[in-house]
């Protein structure tokens, strides 16, 4: 016999639908009965990412009550694996070719398994919006993730947020932003750091605004650039700035031209990539091409093509592709 009821909780997964209706666009949610509402082609995404973070921001849970919503329905989101296990993270995923966006608990082997998806990166939610002046003065330690973690998950989920067509230079700079931001989600890119990411400023921050990830506030010009994010869902970052900046600067450096001897944006973002799915003692890393290909929006044609030029600019080792698996496996030169 129960001695009390638990209320029980609803679980956390989110879903909304871009439906296309008699011409217009229409937001539905899964869990807001009266949710249908037009948006405009170009604010779709935008809309239906800030939707899913709100519904995330508004229920908090301690994380030994959280589930894995996959396996609650059976794992059919993704191919078959060996069963749930890892820790249980909130995982973004997109289906029916950006038409479904859905936000849920899942463990990390469901969210390896999962196309199209990517961990929100450090999901500690319950972070409040805290006033530097509340902050102590003493030498703080870091907290969360490593610089390789916490890179490896922001370009992971940047390949699900921002557009298939978004192209490298871009991505370099999102990365920059969602490192940078602060909690108001506004980010300040000095001149000296834009220079250092050797891209098409102008024309990544316009593609950005157009995606809607982004509005410019001031630049780019002669002080950088200040802009204003609207991508809600990077507030589930652990609130440690000045760790998610040092990643910033470790992203910066492990995509250095002077140290890759590649300048192209395509081939710095690889060995961005490269880098921070490596193990930093043996330097060497595997993943699946596919994912790779997807991660840093390139060609299958153009990843063997890129992977001899980093070899031959002194970045990686070696690397060979397993024929039965796709598996990439590579190892960084020494060094890097
Ligand atoms: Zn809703
Ligand atoms: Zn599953
Ligand atoms: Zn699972």
């Known amino acids: 016999m129960r001695l009390r009821t638990v209320c029980p909780q609803a679980p956390r997964v989110w879903t909304v639908e871009l439906r296309r209706q008699s011409g217009e ?39 030994h009550l959280r589930t894995c919503q996959c396996h609650e329905r059976g794992c059919r989101w993704h191919r078959r694996h060996r069963g749930c296990t890892g820790p249980i993270r ?10 479904v966006w859905r936000l849920a608990d899942a463990c990390g082997a469901c969210a390896a398994a999962t196309a199209q998806a990517a961990v929100v990166p450090d999901t500690t939610l ?8 509340a902050r102590p003065r003493s030498r703080r330690h870091s907290r969360g993730p ?12 940047l390949a699900v947020v921002l557009p298939a067509d978004a192209s490298a ?46 509005s410019i506030v001031d630049g780019p010009g002669a002080a950088g650039v200040t802009a204003e994010l609207h991508d809600a869902t990077l507030l589930a970052q652990a609130p440690a700035r000045p760790d998610r900046r040092r990643a910033a600067d470790w992203a910066l450096r492990s995509g250095s031209p002077a140290r890759r001897g590649a300048a192209e ?60 698996s796709e598996d990439l496996h590579w190892k960084l030169a020494p060094g890097q």
């Not at 405009?40 to 973070?53: P, V």
């Not at 490593?146 to 989920?157: K, S």
Request: net charge positive.
């Open 90 to 99: 909130l995982l973004l995923s997109c289906e029916r070719g950006g038409r």
């Open 146 to 157: 490593g610089e390789h973690v916490r890179v490896r998950e922001i370009l992971g989920y």
């Open 265 to 324: 944006p395509l081939l710095r973002l690889l060995a961005i990539y490269l880098t921070a799915h490596s193990d930093p003692s043996s330097r060497e890393g595997l993943s699946e091409c596919d994912r790779i290909v997807r991660d840093c929006a390139m060609g299958d044609q153009v990843l063997h093509g890129a992977l001899s030029r980093l070899t031959a600019a002194g970045t990686l080792e070696g690397w060979r592709i397993c024929p039965n």
């Open 25 to 63: 666009l229409v937001l539905i949610c899964q869990q807001c009965p009266q949710s249908g509402r037009l948006v405009a082609a170009e604010f779709a995404r935008s809309a239906a990412l800030a939707h899913l973070a709100r519904h995330a921001r508004g229920d908090l849970r301690a994380s």
């Open 126 to 133: 319950a972070a409040p919006l805290h006033p530097s002046a």
């Open 169 to 214: 230079g871009t991505r370099l700079l999102a990365l920059q932003c969602a490192l940078r931001m602060n909690a108001y989600m506004r980010v300040e890119l000095p001149t000296g750091m834009l220079r250092s990411l050797r891209i098409d400023a102008v024309d990544a921050c316009h593609e950005l605004e157009r995606a809607q990830w982004l």
